[in-house]
């Protein structure tokens, strides 16, 4: 079993910063890649950025820039680093973490961010 938890969430003025952090435990062995996605009330689950153990890297076109994802390996942990952040960015962003292969995908409890203009 894995189990992920967020935190590092909040109410942040656009432009501003948060850093959103997950922690993973349990049976980790075999987490392949890691990753953030996020879904806003009325839109669908997006995959904003997503990083391998290889420390391949994706971003969704919209955070390109202003998103930096980051994963200790040591540390069982994935971090989101949001700068410049936009009222659109506003959504509950949850860690995802998967075994590939359909060996095992696990989700958190999601944090919320929020982006007032």
């Known amino acids: 079993q894995v189990r992920l938890v967020e935190s590092g969430g909040g109410l942040v003025q656009a432009g501003g910063s948060l850093t959103l952090s997950c922690a993973a435990s349990g049976n980790i062995f075999g987490i392949y890649d890691m990753a953030w996605y996020r879904q806003a009330p009325g839109k669908q689950r997006e995959l904003v950025a997503s990083?391998?153990?290889?420390?391949?890297?994706k971003y969704v076109d919209s955070v390109k820039g202003r998103f930096t994802i980051s994963r200790d390996n040591a540390k069982n942990t994935v971090s989101l680093q949001m700068n410049s952040l936009k009222p659109e960015d506003t959504a509950v962003y949850y860690c995802?973490?998967?075994?590939?292969?359909?060996?095992?995908?696990?989700w958190g409890q999601g944090t919320q961010v929020t982006v007032s203009s």
């Open positions: 995802n973490a998967d075994r590939r292969a359909s060996r095992g995908n696990y």
């Open positions: 990083m391998s153990t290889g420390g391949i890297t």
